[in-house]
């Protein structure tokens, strides 16, 4: 270990001396070559595409996404529909002018392109028919009379088309006050060959539809996944108005904390300039932002800013000893460049493992915070004290530094007791204590969403408003789970595939949690029933192939492939909590092991249940593996610069501490472990390793002085716990505000990191000396030439 | 070949004696099949048939079609998709599933005491049950059926070619008779029964789909082949069977309605008041009623010979109905309900519901229904 680690730090440390020779010599190259760069990436970033694509936020390479992929053409009328509900605050629909308006927003739809418009269902379109039986056979006709004309006896004769037609429940509303138009979406335009701008057909919506005839006597209520894509993007815009608060109050903080004009803008530009970086790096490697990477500038401003306090609250303390910028900034920078680069580089490698997880946002995620924390180390552990240098921290700051230090000596003699043997028994027995009701509490973390409606969105947003409504006036549920019937090509409307299908619904409808079900073998066994005077005792799939032909002669879309090969079997449920997915899809997966066969094979799974079911899974195996990853390559990361196991249980147990207690909040609050959540606890852990990093070089370094462990932590509280306690109040400012975002899963993040960001900062202070005066991880063992570096008694 | 002369009856009893010896065969390879299944307790390779699965156990029985439903003393029966059969012992607040070995839609069930019922349905599947429906146990299956029409027109030529002053013309009609037998039996059992009806334990009658008619009596072990005996040329469906002041009735497709005088030997075509389909026939106190296709029912005074329109006020199919306790409900298609004392004065009722209703039966002072989203209970009080 020791030779290993040698071979590590030792060429770190001598690259130290170059680099600080170099940097300090050349300062006006350096900072052109960052003017230059900054330049172009400034270009690069404001090119930068909000991006949500709906593959990327399920784990493509699971087996129930691999299926749907297979058959992703075949499936690609199912679902990927937007429903449009009008409707009045008056007696019914059965008037002139609900119908005028029903009419007009039948019209706007039709012409917005991406819509499927021959595919597209209202009352108002022709290919929505009533039939009846009668002695002489069928009769029927659109559900409007061909005569219409808006008086009382058409709409009389409409209400009976409506009635006869089948259609309450789907197109019309149980109670009669509002009709849906049901718009399916090509996810290709079939002319142009491009790609659904679903950004921009939600706009369509809101400004044809939504805008133009929502009135005092009409409401318009839109749900879709094409909607919730268009309201993630909007509300991802209003983020960047959080980003504006975040920087106003953190320079504000950073003013009144360091007094120095210089030693606030200085560190908010390189951090600005980090998160610039960072963004048009992400869009030349030809990446977008979307909604869970929208985190990541937060993150990378508020690291940046973090570090950079570090660095001016060094420069200061070292200003005090020689009023030189050039000289303190120098010092500042060989004293923090290998605790910074530690920092950084674990934070990094922390961000790094959630690319074990096979979930392409968080992959992007994670390839984007380790990015912007890569960043960091040039703009803030270079370019920050060579500008540094130039400016210094002026007077007023030095001034403040020294007399503040003598004001709040009372405070840290009072946090010291805890590097005491008492004030250790005290602090330990706390966070056992916490450790046991963490553990405990932590048993009631679920997987998964928990919420109704789009789980994306906030209960109350508007979209899940609509989609309350949608849910309560109609006979269908937004819980969909998919199940694929393949069968050789044109068998798919055999005998033998339409009644295993039928035996394969009975068994599924079965299961808790199932509402009801739909697939093609239903279509037959109903027009069966019709074609015999709608008698119900004929509602059976025949083993007569004309007659199933005969019952298959007209199939709505979407329950079939072109070449019979495929039959979905529409699965409707009543939630999507872990639990009914769980339940549904293992079920599902033992019928199919009992009986799938060449002819018949029921493949798992599409439909937005169908994709959670397979995050679930992926989330549940992942969070242990991304766990175990993140403190591995943490802790022997600390292990390689600190060459001590108890160093490195100083300085992860703290982290683990609250780590646990983040699940049980999770499990307080109702958040579920997915796919927003998962990278918190490794971002929380990534950066809070910097706190104890920090305090940990610096006690180790006053602890190679000579001093005892109190006298070692109160010095280290005097000149690093101001800034640790800051950093921890950056970082948390920077994700608080996310509380209030309109998307639910950012809220959900920022409440969780901002936990996590607080409380792994008070570990550090309370919990880390504790456990070093337990744990004596004492000097004697250490590389005195890691200590000089450290030293500032080298002065 | 309208009716069943007492020569004929001597002809057909060689003829059950060669059933019995086929339907044995039969009845050996369902053990073997069943003992096979029993050996793999998990089968692999393919969805089982639904004449060879045993009915699903499942909590979704209790949602799923269901077609029938009737009274066996104090517990009440139904009947429906997937094998599905449901027993309630407290008036339909509770169901259980019972065992029932196959997974096919069962269209109708009739006790004919406590113990003893009998339920018919798609496939030509007839189920029998001694203990009050507990068990059921598999009497009759669509291919035995084909089986038995072949043997019943070879047995009947072959007697008619022996008798040497035989008509050629009914002699040519029988071969035509087989070889559309043999036809249909390369489909298999694709005909379903459609209602199941018993004097007693031992004789009853089993109709359905193309005029088919079958009478047993030795409880549902042999059975006669009756169809040819019908006036029924175009062999429309038979609905519905029932017996009336000691005759019998049976409604069909296409207005037909017939009757037999002489316990289901012969039967007569009676003038129909409709020419769309009938699907049932309810008897209530001295009337019977006849109900059909988009709302038609009447009734009749005189066993059948007029009948007399009855305006219902609705335009769906009446599927059913059952009098009880001097109260009458008829029930149908969208959630029809149409209750009264008598039939001259329904009422339209308003279930709340429009799914389709196919059987009622009277239980502890409610109505028990059964509908395409399983069992449901109306009280009485609400209906009048």
Same mark, same amino acid.
């Not at chain 2, 029932?242 to 296409?254: D, K, P, R, S, T």
């Given at each position: ?795 | ?41 998990? +089968? ?16 979704? +029985? ?15 029966? +139904? ?32 006790? +004919? ?272």
């Amino acid at each position: 270990m020791g030779r290993l680690s040698q071979a590590i730090v030792a060429p770190l440390k001598r690259s130290e001396q170059v680099i600080e020779r170099v940097l300090f010599h050349h300062r006006l190259l350096v900072i052109s070559l960052f003017a230059l760069v900054t330049l172009l990436l400034v270009w690069q970033a404001s090119q930068i595409r909000p991006d949500a694509s709906f593959i990327k936020m399920i784990p493509s390479s699971h087996p129930y996404v691999e299926n749907y992929l297979d058959y992703r053409d075949d499936l690609s009328g199912l679902g990927n529909s937007v429903r449009v509900s009008v409707a009045t605050t008056g007696e019914d629909i059965f008037s002139t002018d609900f119908q005028d308006v029903l009419r007009r927003v039948t019209d706007e739809l039709f012409f917005i392109p991406g819509v499927d418009r021959s595919a597209m269902q209202s009352i108002w379109t022709p290919n929505v028919r009533w039939t009846e039986v009668t002695e002489e056979g069928f009769v029927g006709g659109p559900v409007i009379p061909p005569d219409y004309d808006g008086t009382q006896a058409s709409l009389e004769s409409l209400r009976l088309n409506v009635l006869r037609s089948g259609q309450v429940g789907r197109l019309v509303a149980n109670d009669f006050r509002s009709a849906i138009i049901e718009v399916p979406l090509f996810d290709h335009n079939p002319e142009t060959g491009e790609r659904l701008d679903y950004n921009q057909l939600s706009q369509q919506l809101e400004e044809l539809v939504r805008d133009q005839y929502q009135s005092d006597s009409v409401s318009i209520h839109i749900t879709g996944f094409a909607k919730i894509v268009g309201d993630l993007i909007d509300g991802a815009r209003q983020v960047a108005l959080f980003f504006a608060i975040a920087l106003v109050i953190t320079t504000l903080l950073l003013y009144l904390y360091s007094r120095s004009i210089a030693g606030t803008l200085i560190p908010i530009a390189c951090s600005l300039i980090a998160v610039i970086w960072q963004l048009g790096l992400l869009n030349a490697l030809g990446y977008g932002i979307d909604p869970y990477s929208m985190l990541v500038p937060f993150l990378v401003f508020a690291i940046a800013v973090s570090h950079g306090v570090q660095i001016v609250n060094t420069i200061r303390l070292e200003s005090l000893q020689d009023p030189d910028p050039w000289l303190a900034a120098r010092r500042a920078f060989r004293v923090l460049y290998i605790p910074g680069l530690t920092a950084l580089v674990s934070d990094g490698i922390g961000f790094f493992t959630l690319m074990v997880i096979d979930i392409q946002v968080i992959q992007e995620l994670a390839v984007a915070a380790s990015m912007g924390v890569a960043v960091i180390i040039l703009t803030n552990l270079i370019l920050l004290p060579v500008l540094m240098s130039y400016a210094g921290v002026g007077q007023k700051a030095i001034n403040h530094a020294r007399k503040q230090s003598q004001q709040e000596g009372v405070i840290w003699q009072r946090l010291s007791w805890f590097a005491t043997p008492a004030g250790a028994g005290v602090s330990i027995s706390a966070a056992v204590l916490a450790l046991l009701y963490g553990l405990y509490a932590a048993q009631g973390l679920q997987i998964g969403d928990l919420d109704s409606g789009a789980p994306e969105l906030r209960a109350d947003s508007r979209y899940n408003l609509d989609n309350a409504f949608i849910t309560d006036n109609y006979s269908t549920s937004s819980d969909v789970f998919v199940v694929m019937a393949v069968t050789p090509p044109e068998q798919c409307t055999t005998y033998e595939t339409l009644a295993g299908v039928e035996r394969f619904q009975h068994y599924a409808q079965g299961i808790e949690g199932v509402q009801s079900s739909v697939s093609l073998a239903d279509v037959s066994k109903r027009v069966t029933a019709g074609l015999n005077e709608g008698n119900p005792k004929w509602r059976a799939v025949s083993r007569n192939q004309f007659v199933i032909n005969a019952s298959l002669a007209y199939v709505p879309g979407g329950l079939m492939n072109t070449d019979c090969s495929l039959l979905p079997v529409i699965i409707f449920l009543d939630d999507h909590k872990a639990a009914t997915l769980d339940r549904l899809s293992s079920s599902i997966e033992q019928f199919a092991a009992n009986y799938d066969s060449d002819a018949l094979r029921f493949k798992l799974a599409a439909g937005n249940s169908g994709f959670e079911a397979a995050t679930n899974q992926v989330i549940a195996r992942a969070q242990y593996e991304m766990l175990a990853w993140v403190y591995g390559v943490v802790s022997l990361l600390c292990l390689i610069t600190f060459r001590s196991i108890r160093t490195v249980v100083c300085i992860i147990t703290p982290l683990a501490l609250t780590s646990v207690l983040c699940q049980a909040l999770m499990a307080h609050l109702g958040i579920g472990v997915k796919v927003a959540t998962l990278p918190v606890i490794a971002l929380g852990v990534g950066i809070g390793v910097d706190y104890g990093i920090y305090i940990y070089s610096r006690l180790s370094s006053y602890l190679a002085e000579g001093l005892a462990l109190r006298e070692a932590y109160l010095e280290t509280l005097k000149t690093t716990g101001k800034p640790v306690a800051f950093t921890g109040l950056t970082l948390a400012i920077g994700v608080i505000l996310w509380v209030f975002s309109p998307i639910k899963f950012q809220a959900d993040m920022g409440i969780l990191l901002t936990f996590m960001f607080l409380w792994n900062m008070l570990g550090a202070l309370l919990l880390l000396p504790a456990l070093a005066c337990v744990l004596k991880p004492h000097p004697g063992q250490r590389d005195p030439g890691l200590h000089k570096s450290v030293n500032r008694g080298e002065s | 070949m309208a009716f069943l002369n007492d020569d004929r009856k001597q002809i057909l009893k060689p003829l059950n004696k060669n059933k019995k010896s086929f339907m044995q065969i039969l009845k050996n390879y369902r053990t073997w099949l069943c003992a096979l299944l029993l050996l793999s307790p998990v +089968a692999h390779g393919q969805v089982p048939d639904r004449l060879e699965a045993p009915a699903l156990q499942t909590p979704a +029985a209790k949602q799923s079609l269901l077609l029938s439903i009737t009274s066996a003393g104090q517990r009440l029966v +139904a009947v429906g998709d997937q094998g599905v059969i449901l027993l309630s012992d407290d008036a339909g607040l509770t169901w259980q599933q019972a065992e029932v070995p196959v997974s096919t839609l069962l269209t109708a069930v009739y006790f +004919a005491d406590e113990q003893n019922g009998w339920a018919a349905g798609h496939d030509g599947v007839v189920l029998r049950t001694q203990d009050a429906g507990n068990h059921w146990q598999l009497l009759l299956q669509g291919e035995q059926i084909n089986q038995l029409r072949i043997a019943h027109y070879e047995e009947q030529l072959e007697s008619l070619q022996q008798d040497p002053e035989a008509d050629p013309f009914e002699l040519e009609e029988l071969e035509f008779a087989l070889e559309d037998a043999e036809f249909a039996a390369e489909d298999g059992p694709v005909n379903p029964l459609l209602n199941v009806w018993f004097q007693d334990t031992q004789t009853g009658f089993i109709l359905g789909a193309y005029g088919l008619l079958m009478k047993t009596a030795d409880g549902g072990h042999n059975w006669q082949f009756l169809t040819d005996t019908l006036p029924n040329p175009d062999r429309y469906h038979l609905n519905h069977l029932i017996e009336h002041q000691g005759a019998l009735f049976i409604a069909g497709e296409a207005g037909l309605l017939l009757r037999s005088d002489d316990g289901g030997e012969s039967w007569y075509e009676l003038a129909s008041p409709y020419m769309g389909s009938l699907f049932a026939l309810v008897e209530h106190q001295d009337e019977l009623l006849l109900l059909g296709l988009r709302g038609n029912l009447f009734r009749s005074m005189d066993l059948g010979d007029s009948w007399q329109a009855v305006m219902t006020g609705s335009r769906a199919s009446l599927l059913s109905g059952r009098s009880a306790e001097g109260r009458l409900l008829l029930v149908g298609l969208g959630g029809t309900l149409l209750s009264g004392p008598g039939s001259q004065n329904l009422q339209l009722l308003d279930g709340g519901q429009r799914r389709a209703l196919s059987g009622v039966v009277m239980a502890d002072d409610h109505w028990v229904l059964v509908s395409e989203q399983g069992p449901m209970r109306l009280p009485l009080e609400g209906v009048n």
